[in-house]
């Protein structure tokens, strides 16, 4: 349908869409709630079969996006060689299926674990904590720079062991490197996208040559053991598990924490309330656990994920042929009435089950316990410190993407 395909287009191509998706998503999802678009996706925007795609074992992994496929697509830009070796370098538990995925995943999911978790909460406090009390009060600043981007670059920096003084240039390298997970990237971003997937594999290489020589108390040395002592992990999939380790841990948390935040000072009467409510239990209590969920499910840092079929399905009456590509729109099925009740509403006290904005199936976030457990953190020592957070100037600024959603900028007072 032309109209879908102009709605759809403007989603995933417009600074407009980008920035204001969620009116667009709905007239998606009441018009064709699984949508085949006129560029060869299949589009799903309700909570059901996001959900199916996600769980179903005929669907996964583009594992060999095939060079057909990517000659199509990138073919006519100089760097297309390039850009087929780091497809076929990713050998990351995001990018693989099982039997490869279960086993890799099986090497990292200790330490992640909700039990794990718990004991980092008084690190995580305590980093918080450093952080506000590095941050002037009465004065405007901005909070991607004070609190969203420091915090889970440090939890996730100090856990895999990335040297401190290297985690500032991360923000814009890992910035760049995860436009390859746009629906649709300009040449030019891609370029730039390319070299810094680059720079990141050669820092990470070094990284490990370094741990080799002399092994720490971190994740990284124990995976380098891993790969040493069996034949478990190779030398790819452990640069590219420490990559996607230490990017997924702070891209997105990155965003809970901004998006978070913009919610709540866009909602007082829901601030006020949460304010009272985190009293039964503070940052791990019950009311602070459902606000951060609420807080996901409203403004999710990841918006789209995907899947190819294996096989012919039958998707709610939409035939899919196997090897098509599926796009599941975490944003949109989160928003979506059938499953929530007056969706596009702010309630923090809401207890309708998870939203999609970890996924779900066998690639379900890996960091869902640490991302929840750093919002809940930042959330709680936030309102615990200061009695006025106020938005200061204009509207604050998304970036200018999709599938990661957030926020350039986020200009905030704090008084005690
Ligand atoms: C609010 C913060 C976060 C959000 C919204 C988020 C979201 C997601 C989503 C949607 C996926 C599934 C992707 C897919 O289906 O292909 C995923 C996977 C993953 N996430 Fe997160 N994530 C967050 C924080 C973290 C953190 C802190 C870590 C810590 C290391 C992490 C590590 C991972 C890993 C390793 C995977 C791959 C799992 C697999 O493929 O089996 N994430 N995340």
């Given at each position: 349908m032309p109209e879908l395909d102009a709605l759809f287009a403007e989603i995933i191509a417009t600074p407009e869409g980008r920035r204001d998706p969620y009116a667009r998503y709905e007239r998606l999802r009441s018009t064709a709630p699984v949508y085949r678009s006129g560029i060869g996706f299949i589009v799903c925007t309700r909570y059901e079969e996001c959900q199916f795609v996600l769980r179903d074992p005929r669907f996964g992994k583009?594992?060999?996006?095939?060079e057909d496929r990517l000659r199509a697509r990138f073919?006519?830009?100089?760097i297309f060689p390039r850009i087929t070796e780091i497809m076929s370098d990713r050998r990351s538990l995001l990018f693989l299926n099982p039997p490869d995925h279960t086993r890799l995943r099986g090497l990292v999911s200790k330490a992640f674990t909700p039990r794990t978790v718990e004991r980092l909460r008084p690190d995580i406090a305590e980093l918080v904590d450093d952080l506000l009390d590095a941050v002037p009060e009465g004065e405007v600043v901005d909070v991607m720079d004070v609190l969203a981007f420091p915090l889970p670059v440090a939890v996730i920096g100090r856990m895999l062991g990335v040297p401190r003084e290297d985690w500032e240039r991360f923000r814009s390298v890992m910035g760049r490197a995860t436009l390859l997970l746009e629906p649709v990237v300009a040449d030019d971003e891609l370029e730039s996208a390319l070299l810094a997937q680059g720079e990141l594999e050669q820092y990470f290489r070094g990284l490990v040559a370094e741990r080799r020589r002399q092994p720490a108390e971190d994740l990284l040395s124990q995976l380098i053991a891993v790969e040493e002592g069996s034949d478990r992990l190779n030398e790819n999939e452990l640069i590219s598990t420490a990559i996607l380790l230490f990017g997924a841990g702070f891209e997105t948390t990155t965003n809970l924490i901004g998006n978070g935040l913009l919610a709540l000072l866009t909602h007082p009467d829901q601030l006020a309330r949460l304010r009272d409510d985190r009293?039964?239990?503070?940052?791990?209590g019950p009311a602070m656990r459902l606000a951060v969920d609420e807080l996901l499910r409203y403004d999710s840092p990841v918006q789209f994920d995907g899947r190819r079929a294996f096989e012919d399905v039958d998707l709610s009456g939409v035939p899919v042929a196997k090897d098509q590509e599926i796009i599941t729109v975490l944003g949109a099925a989160n928003r979506d009435p059938g499953h929530f009740s007056d969706p596009d509403q702010l309630d923090l006290?809401?207890?309708e089950g998870p939203p999609l904005s970890f996924a779900s199936g066998i690639h379900y976030c890996l960091g869902a316990a640490l991302a929840r457990a750093e919002g809940q953190v930042v959330f709680d020592r936030l309102l615990e410190r200061y009695s006025s957070m106020e938005l200061a100037g204009g509207s604050p600024e998304f970036r200018?993407?999709?599938?990661?959603r957030g926020l350039e900028r986020l200009p905030v007072t704090f008084r005690s």
């Open positions: 583009d594992e060999d996006e095939r073919g006519h830009l100089e009293r039964d239990g503070g940052a791990g006290r809401r207890d200018n993407r999709i599938t990661l």
